[in-house]
């Protein structure tokens, strides 16, 4: 199975965040990017999960030549 990388903006509105961040992923799919990062972020964001999912279909997503496992490999969160 092919695996993406992803860059996805995950945008959340001042006051709880100043600027938003920015996830980069590994995953097969925009279903798994999303369950990854939400993994990840224990609910803290849940009200914005909708706009995630938006954000995940909009986010560059390169193949990968190697098969690797899916992971979060960098968070930048304010």
């Not at 997503?61 to 098969?67: G, S």
Request: glycine content about 4%; charged content about 25%.
């Amino acid at each position: 199975m092919t695996k993406y990388f992803y860059t996805v903006d995950h945008f959340i509105p001042f006051p709880r965040s100043e600027y938003g961040g920015m996830w980069v992923v590994v995953a097969e799919n925009d279903e798994e990017c999303f369950d990854l990062i939400t993994a990840e972020d224990e609910g803290a964001n849940d009200d914005y999960y909708s706009r995630l999912r938006e954000n995940i279909q909009k986010a560059p997503a390169y193949p990968l030549a190697e098969n690797v496992e899916s992971c979060i490999v960098e968070q930048f969160t304010t």
